[in-house]
């Protein structure tokens, strides 16, 4: 049965260089949108559930094409505000092989970095609503965004709505100081955290034992340790993070690891191999909405993180910031067929 998921954040204007150019090569960008919340709201409309996305636009051309580029996947967008003076945009050069990938934002000033609560019907907004997904994305906008999110939180509570996080910090957006005296407030209202290491601790505060987030090296039991001080300190339902081993640009280890409040129980999901990546951006929303999919339908935990990290991983092999895969392929993916062959 499909359930009602509200996701607010920013959407985007993303121009990125072809064919792996760097940006000094382009003569022209390739055009989409997204944005960390959008993401999601699109991958939970693929899976059949009831999405709805939350955001300012500006009143004009482009901010209707934003809204539009949702539309086309189902997502519900009738209370996006149209207020403020412009969309934000980021660009990016995709890497290859050794060469990382790179992005500029020019989203100072952004529509929903002004906006505020007056703008929106919190009460409409989550009436009815299961689900509640933001990420820390959005409070790093700017002081008024931290506040609307505030906001958004504790209508979503007052309805009875369980929240997630995707802690995603943003260095070009603020120091791990800010993001910490922001976002450690915002956790008295948060249900499932996800997010990796590097989130963890600059967001929250919390290292992972000898993890080295460059270099790939994992310590599982350093993930156990820090989920457990982390329900203990925020009584979170669930704790998730995504692994990524990093071998280049172009190569990537994919899993995920998960610790339940109510039973103190770890799991350590499959390891996909992703190699070529056509495109990362959104792999982590990807994620995001894969295991909240996998929550709302009713799995166990252990097989909501493994649909969230099948779903991920074949977002790697999509261009743009969405996820359009659909639920049947993302099943078949977890069930164990890798092989990539042609259906007919």
Request: hydrophobic fraction near 40%; charged fraction near 25%; charge should be negative.
């Amino acid at each position: 049965m499909a359930k009602k998921v509200v996701t607010m954040g920013e959407i985007m204007l993303r121009l990125s260089t072809p064919n792996n150019e760097k940006f000094i090569q382009a003569d022209e960008f390739d055009i989409n949108y997204g944005g960390g919340e959008a993401n999601v709201a699109v991958s939970l409309a693929n899976y059949g559930h009831d999405a709805d996305f939350v955001t300012a636009v500006p009143d004009n051309e482009l901010g209707a094409c934003a809204v539009a580029a949702l539309r086309k996947y189902g997502v519900g967008t009738s209370n996006i505000a149209k207020c403020g003076e412009r969309l934000g945009i980021y660009f990016l050069e995709t890497g290859s092989a050794m060469r990382p990938s790179k992005v500029v934002y020019d989203r100072a000033h952004s529509s929903i970095s002004t906006a505020t609560a007056a703008d929106f019907d919190f009460d409409k907004i989550f009436a009815g609503a299961d689900w509640f997904h933001f990420t820390g994305i959005t409070p790093a906008v700017s002081d008024a965004a931290a506040v609307l999110t505030e906001e958004a939180l504790k209508a979503a509570k007052k309805h009875g709505v369980k929240v997630s996080v995707d802690l995603n910090f943003r260095k070009k957006l603020w120091s791990s100081e800010k993001a910490q005296k922001v976002m450690k407030n915002l956790m008295q209202y948060v249900d499932v955290c996800i997010g990796n290491e590097e989130d963890a601790e600059l967001v929250l505060g919390y290292k992972p034992g000898n993890t080295d987030v460059t270099s790939g090296d994992l310590e599982l039991a350093g993930y156990k340790s820090i989920f457990e001080q982390m329900v203990a300190d925020y009584n979170f339902e669930y704790c998730i993070s995504s692994l990524r081993v990093s071998h280049s640009a172009s190569d990537n280890g994919w899993s995920a690891c998960i610790y339940a409040r109510d039973t103190k129980e770890f799991y350590h999901s499959k390891e996909y191999r992703i190699h070529p990546i056509v495109d990362r951006v959104g792999g982590g929303d990807s994620f995001a909405g894969g295991v909240i999919c996998g929550l709302l339908d009713g799995k166990d935990f252990r097989s909501a993180l493994e649909f969230g990290v099948a779903a991920s991983a074949l977002k790697h092999t999509i261009p743009g910031d969405f996820n359009l895969v659909s639920r049947k392929e993302v099943e078949t993916l977890a069930g164990g067929d890798a092989s990539g062959r042609v259906q007919r």
